[in-house]
Structures are given as C-alpha cells and as structure tokens.
C-alpha cells in the first residue's frame, strides 16, 4: 500500500469510525495527524483531543486488517471513494465551510468538476412542476450544465429524468449510503444514473438512514452547485434547507413562479420577496453564466408558464379545472357555475385528484394542487 493510499484509508478509517465527527477529524487533519495515522497507539491520540473510548475504536478501525476488510466491502458494492485531501476532490465543494472528509459515489466522478445547477423541490409535486422540472433540466444538460439532485419522488425525479434524456448527465446525491437506492421505488433510476451519470454520498455503508443525514445531504447538493433551482417547495420543506445553505455558501438561487394559491409556491414566493432570481424560462439561466452553455447553442425561448397543465385532461375534466383555476371551490359552486350534471362531476373531480392534479380541502372544498 503506498502513501498516497494510506493517506486516503486513514481519512476513510476516520470519517467511518463511531464518535468521530467532522470537526475532530478537522483538528487531525490541520494538526498533521494524517500522515503516518496507522502507526499512531491509542495514546498518541490525545494531542488531537480524542477520548480514550474515540482513541481505542479510531486505533482498531486503522489496523491494516480492518482497512482491507472496508476496501473490500465497497469493491463488493461497487463503490469508490474520494477524500476531501485529494486533487479529484469536486472542487465547488472545497469552498464551503464544512466539506465532506469522504465521498462515495458510483460513476464518473468527473461530473462533479463540471460546471453544474442544482434542481429542487417538494415531494408531492403537481403535474406542472414536474413538466417544468423535467424541461428545464432537459435543456440545461443539452447546453453543458450537469444537473444536481437528491433522487427524492417528486421534483428531484423529474430533474434527474430530464437531464438524462439525450446525451445529458446528472448527479444524485444521496441520504443514505450510495449503494442504497433511496426511496427504493426510484431504484431504476438510480440504475440510469449509475450508468451515465453520478451517485454520491458521503454516508458510510451499512450506516441506517435517519433524518439529519437529510439537512447534511442538501447543504452537498448546494455545495456542488453554481446555482439552485426552486421548482415548487412549501416554506418549511428540505428543499428550502437546500436553498438556506446555498445562500450561507454565496450561491446564487433561482425560483420558477407558481399560482400565489397553491401551497407549493409559498416558498418560491418567499424567496422571491427575499431578492431570488425568478425563471421563466431558461434563458434566465443562461444570462447568469454565458461562459458556460456550449457554444452555437441557443435555448428555447418559450417560458415555462406556457406549459398547459390541462392538455391531456378530457373534456369534462378541462371544465372542472378551468373553474378552480379560478378560486377553489365547493361541489355546489361547482354546480352552479354549470359546470357538469352531478355525476359527471364526481367522476371528473375523482379522476383530477387520482392524477394529483385537485385536492379536497375540509368542507367539501375542491382546489387546484
């Protein structure tokens, strides 16, 4: 094992021991305590303020046997690992205030020093938001930019759609660790990823998911990121997480608009008020970073807004949601304004909410989603 490797299996040993934290291995990294780790004694610990408890597992998990056993396990798995101390490092995430020590990741590595936008947003996203996702991310691939994301249902999934579809790329950044698709439903395209783009974690394997390693995960997507994109997102939701941490790291964040009634726009809208960058189309994008986009290639300039969400509704339905679009509604507004015999409108509202497009609200009230 030559030095170089045993520099990057000390930094591994480190990240992956139990009580060791991020800011202990920032004092063993800053006081020289890398170099030469595996042939440290438990006491030799001290002068980097570890405990007797963090010296004795740190000493155990840096003995050659069991650094060749964790090598192993992530061959198995096919993962590969970078250290925040190597030159292949992503290099966006060398400027925020608490990079990753290590990074596991499947794929090409080499994405992550691209140039690259981040795309995010709620879980429970309406059919134009993740149309709007999907274009955008589709375009932004085909003009150079990889797309970041978190894999989550929703706004993520679509972003990570579109910008595979063409020779486009993206990166999934993961909760958990990077050999496990999460949420399992999404684990196709966590396969389409893996294959033509990037899976990353900095989550050591086996490790059970639990939610701070959400928080942690965002502030990597922001950090790998020029800019973050808000599709749709309540005022309290992950994707704002993701947001706050652009703006701690000086990025620049972006919001598609949305309906001032729909409870998804009242983050965007916040931001908005708070100075956000608003994108209705591409081309916003595009003004922010023209040295980027390859060159001869021209964006659509058809804004997002143009988007029908009621292009493949049936004709009753089209009724029924161009009168919400209005204001929300009950099932006797609804009738009054004529809009179907009471069957028909039943059916009508049943199928809008099955296609996640209409929500009842208490008191038999009927609004756009």
């Known amino acids: 094992m030559n030095e170089a490797l045993n520099l990057t299996e000390a930094?591994?040993?480190?990240?992956?021991?139990?009580?060791?934290?991020?800011?202990?291995?920032?004092?063993?990294?800053?006081?020289?305590?890398?170099?030469?780790?595996?042939?440290?004694?438990?006491?030799?610990?001290?002068?980097?303020?570890?405990?007797?408890?963090?010296?004795?597992?740190?000493?155990?998990?840096?003995?050659?046997?069991?650094?060749?056993?964790?090598?192993?396990?992530?061959?198995?798995?096919?993962?590969?690992?970078?250290?925040?101390?190597?030159?292949?490092?992503?290099?966006?995430?060398?400027?925020?205030?608490?990079?990753?020590?290590?990074?596991?990741?499947?794929?090409?590595?080499?994405?992550?020093n691209r140039p690259t936008v981040a795309i995010v947003g709620t879980r429970m996203a309406t059919s134009y938001g993740r149309r709007v996702a999907e274009d955008l991310a589709a375009e932004c691939a085909r003009g150079g930019l990889t797309i970041v994301s978190g894999l989550a249902k929703g706004i993520d999934t679509a972003a990570h759609i579109g910008a595979l579809k063409g020779p486009g790329s993206t990166i999934a950044v993961l909760a958990t660790p990077a050999d496990t698709p999460y949420p399992y439903e999404n684990r196709a395209l966590y396969r389409d990823i893996a294959g033509r783009g990037l899976i990353l974690s900095e989550t050591p394997q086996g490790t059970p998911l639990h939610p701070g390693q959400f928080p942690l995960r965002n502030r990597i997507i922001a950090g790998l990121s020029l800019g973050t994109v808000v599709v749709e997102a309540a005022e309290r939701s992950g994707a704002m997480i993701t947001v706050d941490k652009a703006i701690e790291m000086n990025r620049d964040v972006f919001v598609v608009p949305g309906p001032i009634t729909s409870p998804r726009s009242k983050g965007p809208l916040a931001l908005l008020r708070t100075g956000a960058k608003p994108v209705m189309g591409l081309q916003d994008i595009v003004k922010e970073y023209p040295y980027i986009f390859r060159q001869g290639w021209q964006p659509s300039q058809a804004p997002f807004a143009a988007v029908d969400p009621m292009e493949n509704l049936s004709p009753s339905e089209k009724k029924v949601y161009a009168l919400l679009i209005e204001e929300p509604k009950t099932i006797d507004e609804l009738t009054d304004a004529g809009a179907l015999e009471i069957g028909e409108l039943h059916a009508s509202l049943l199928s809008l909410r099955v296609k996640r497009m209409v929500e009842q609200r208490p008191g038999s009230v009927y609004a756009i989603i």
Do not use: C, N
Request: aromatic letters at 8%; glycine letters at 8%; zero cysteines.
């Open 11 to 112: 930094m591994i040993a480190m990240h992956e021991t139990e009580g060791i934290g991020w800011k202990t291995i920032d004092r063993i990294v800053k006081g020289g305590g890398v170099e030469g780790a595996q042939q440290r004694r438990e006491a030799d610990w001290k002068e980097f303020g570890l405990y007797p408890k963090q010296a004795a597992k740190l000493t155990a998990r840096l003995r050659p046997e069991a650094v060749e056993a964790a090598r192993r396990r992530r061959e198995r798995a096919g993962l590969e690992a970078v250290t925040a101390l190597e030159p292949e490092y992503p290099h966006l995430l060398t400027k925020i205030a608490d990079p990753p020590w290590v990074l596991y990741y499947i794929g090409s590595l080499e994405l992550a």
